[in-house]
């Protein structure tokens, strides 16, 4: 009894003993030394430490916020303070247009009552920042999650670049915040802390990702459980090892076991866990058909209509240099594709052989180019034609008139085609006008019901299709070397977006329309058909590849460099402004009057520009068009008109050129934003900003009662300064009336109290040829060719077969 009541004291006094220690420690746990000091603990446990100021401006610049603005300018605190985080918070609703409430409701913490001067835990920014992305509308989300399969890593012009299976993706002063985060959501451990993003660390791993574009902004977490890697080119696999093919390179995986057959040039799922494959899924079944349409979900194949397309939909090319290609790569109007489909989905397209571009298919638009969609559609045909829908086919004679509406029983086998028998014959688009008379077509016609009326495309060879551009584009009375330019230019052109197939959606590469180049606005004729045949399968070439061969009305007397026009494109060098010089050739070389100097030519002063406006020093090949000059005087009350009527859809084709002045004034230190505006009240003035050397203005300031903005891009300006409603005079003296579009943006102003006088010179965008100035070129002796060199810098020309 007496040794039980022993042991019992030794425990008290033990415990009391503990108890006293922890009570003394924690009275000095806010001491520091003997001078009674209390030591300030920032950081709530569990939420790591604070966070860094340049990080968060880092982190924040990816939604569009000015990190000058953040800062005043200055470099950002080494840590950044609850102070801080509410100054941001004001800042960041502004500029996202969101209320302060909207995003400080879906906090996990109280950001308003926090002290000012306290440090704010990393953590608890990431709650900030997930609050800012969730606060903006979904569809518009700068920064957006994505989970990617890091395959390798490079290093690229000071940036890294992670290869996954979505694509590549660069990176720089990325951080991981794998600590911060559990299962997708902020659970902090205790001391957590942010570590540098090195992709060569992750190689074989799968990442959540948050992404702008394909920039990563930050890692959100890492996953060591299995990852499906879906539709991948199985190059070849035995054994242990298969050698795979995605996203650009070569990758060899090892199997946790042997595969129980050699498999290869097939499209696979593979599931991998810790960095080997675990499971293989092959996909060899393989359909094939003419391409009616490509849309971004889904394939319209003769003979199968549309199907649907996987979400990790992908193209290969698989003759020739084994190769990815971009998810729109798929061109409509040919069989040269082969595709793999599982479950009744398009795993995969597999091109096996290269395009001949023989054939184009052309968007045909309504009355007056107004839209795509017709409501009905009327048709015709000099010679006997067939109506084939699916494998029903009927036969009509020359002559017999076909109506197709939306509620047409035959589009329930798909699309509509007809074609005359033969395939020489045109048919006739009854319920379309152009130029006052209904339009023929060579080729076949295919109508396809949308939700939104009828498409009609024609499908024809590329060198019948020009047959109708050419006149649509250039008068046909013109001299036969110019129009041989003109049909070399129209080629260049079309096969290029040919190749590109903008329109795929509908199942075709073009439109009739500016929107690309003007088809069967005006007939055919032996003209156009000879200047065609004579230059059968030429194209421009730069470096071997075929130019985007621009042209354009007349000249001012100097043409364009692109990146003058369409503002930061700088990738056709070919496109190089010049002067319009007349010159003679001796020994196929330009020889111009000894007053002229090519490379002393600068019209981007307003003075410069002016002078030669005035009184040219040097005969240009347009000086003796219209159109070389010409100008407008408008009521400040008409242009106000004008500029707000298209100062909204301006600013919403073009929203980063067309800024609005937030801060200081014209003259000194503006500031200006891009933000969306309907007006700016009554204009006041016009400011010419930037003038390029070309002479055409790429910047102007339209300074009005509500508000100033900056106009940047000639097609902009051209349209807020279109004489809706005033008479143009040409240099000929010829009145031109009910323009939408200013003639060009080689202009200057004279200006009075009420009314502004647009002077200027030139029609059209002013890039690569003038067909005018080819004209006179062809009129004085040059042949085509020689026209194609001048206009285009460094060109040969070539076939395309």
């Known amino acids: 009894m007496k040794k039980k009541l022993w042991l019992l004291g030794i425990c008290v006094t033990a415990l009391i003993i503990i108890f006293a220690v922890s009570v003394i420690k924690k009275s000095g746990d806010g001491f520091r030394d003997s001078d009674d000091k209390r ?73 308003l009552t926090e002290e000012e001067d306290k440090g704010m835990p990393t953590a608890l920014f990431l709650d900030f920042y997930n609050a800012l992305v969730n606060s903006l509308p979904k569809d518009s989300r700068p920064v957006t999650e994505q989970d990617l399969y890091i395959l390798t890593s490079r290093e690229e012009e000071g940036k890294g670049i992670a290869v996954t299976d979505q694509g590549d993706f660069s990176y720089k002063d990325t951080n991981s915040y794998e600590e911060f985060y559990k299962d997708g959501k902020l659970e902090a451990k205790e001391k957590a802390e942010p570590h540098p993003f090195k992709a060569d660390a992750y190689t074989d791993t799968s990442v959540t990702a948050l992404v702008k574009g394909k920039e990563i902004v930050y890692i959100k977490e890492a996953s060591a459980g299995e990852t499906l890697l879906s539709n991948l080119w199985i190059i070849q696999g035995k054994g242990s090892s298969v050698k795979a093919f995605i996203n650009g390179i070569t990758k060899e995986f090892k199997t946790e076991y042997p595969l129980s057959q050699a498999i290869g040039k097939t499209v696979c799922d593979i599931t991998v866990k810790d960095k080997k494959i675990i499971k293989i899924i092959m996909k060899p079944d393989t359909i094939s058909g003419k391409v009616l349409s490509a849309g971004k979900n889904t394939i319209e194949i003769q003979g199968y209509g549309k199907v649907t397309l996987e979400d990790n939909y992908r193209i290969y090319k698989v003759y020739d240099e084994l190769s990815m290609e971009v998810t729109n790569s798929i061109l409509v109007g040919y069989s040269t594709t082969d595709f793999v489909v599982a479950k009744g989905k398009i795993a995969a397209a597999l091109i096996k052989a290269p395009i001949k571009a023989e054939n184009i298919r052309v968007l045909i638009k309504t009355d007056n180019y107004r839209g795509l969609f017709h409501d009905k559609v009327v048709l015709t045909a000099n010679k006997a034609f067939t109506v084939t829908a699916g494998k029903k086919v009927k036969e009509h004679k020359a002559g017999d008139k076909v109506t197709i509406n939306p509620n047409n029983s035959l589009f ?15 048919i006739t688009l009854l319920s379309v006008n152009r130029s006052g008379a209904n339009p023929k077509y060579r080729g076949a ?45 129209a080629r260049s052109y079309a096969y290029n977006q040919l190749m590109a197939s903008g329109l795929s959606e509908y199942g075709a590469h073009v439109d009739d329309s ?21 230059t059968y399968g030429k194209v421009l070439k730069y470096q071997g590849k075929v130019i985007n061969a621009y042209y354009f009305s007349t000249s001012w007397g100097y043409t364009a460099s692109i990146n003058d026009v369409w503002a930061g494109d700088a990738s056709a060098p070919y496109l190089a402004g010049k002067a319009q010089a007349v010159y003679d050739l001796v020994d196929q070389k330009a020889v111009y009057a000894s007053s002229f100097h090519p490379d002393t030519v600068d019209y981007s002063t307003e003075t410069a520009f002016r002078s030669f406006f005035d009184k040219p020093d040097y005969s240009t090949y347009d000086s003796e068009f219209p159109w070389y000059r010409w100008s407008v005087t408008m009521t400040k009350k008409e242009l106000t008109q004008a500029i707000n009527q298209s100062l909204g859809s301006r600013y919403a084709a073009n929203p980063s050129f067309i800024l609005t002045l937030t801060g200081g004034s014209v003259e000194n230190k503006p500031v200006f934003e891009s933000k969306a505006i309907n007006s700016i009240g009554e204009l006041k003035n016009i400011i010419v900003a930037a003038r390029e050397k070309s002479g055409i203005v790429s910047k102007l300031y339209l300074i009005g009662t509500k508000a100033t903005v900056s106009v940047q891009n000639e097609y902009n300006i051209r349209s807020l300064l279109a004489p809706l409603s005033s ?50 070129m062809a009129d004085s002796g040059k042949t085509f060719d020689i026209i194609l060199k001048h206009y285009y810098t460094d060109v040969d020309i070539g076939f395309i077969y």
């Open 39 to 111: 030591i300030q603990i920032d950081e709530p446990a569990g939420k790591g430490e604070t966070m860094k100021g340049e990080e968060a401006v880092r982190l924040l610049s990816y939604l569009g916020i000015d990190g000058d603005k953040l800062t005043g300018g200055k470099k950002a605190a080494d840590k950044l303070t609850y102070g801080k985080a509410r100054s941001y918070l004001e800042l960041i609703a502004k500029a996202l247009d969101l209320k302060e409430k909207d995003i400080t409701d879906k906090l996990s913490f109280s950001l």
């Open 412 to 426: 329930k086998k798909g699309r509509i085609r007809l074609e005359t028998k033969g395939g020489s014959g045109k």
């Open 445 to 489: 016609i295919e109508v396809a019901r949308e939700d939104e009326g009828l498409t009609i495309v024609n499908e024809l060879s590329l060198e019948e299709y020009l047959y109708a551009v050419v006149p649509s584009e250039m008068p046909t009375s013109y001299n036969m070397e110019a129009l041989k330019a003109q049909a070399v230019c």
């Open 514 to 534: 500016v929107s690309y180049q003007v088809y069967n606005n005006l007939p055919e004729n032996e003209q156009s058909i000879l200047a065609v045949k004579d």
């Open 727 to 776: 008479e143009i005079k040409r240099a000929d003296g010829s009145p031109v009336s009910g323009l939408k579009l200013l003639p060009s943006a080689y202009i200057y102003f004279n200006k009075g109290e009420n009314r502004i006088t647009v002077k200027g010179g030139g029609y059209g965008h002013g890039v690569g040829m003038s067909q005018n100035g080819a004209k006179a």
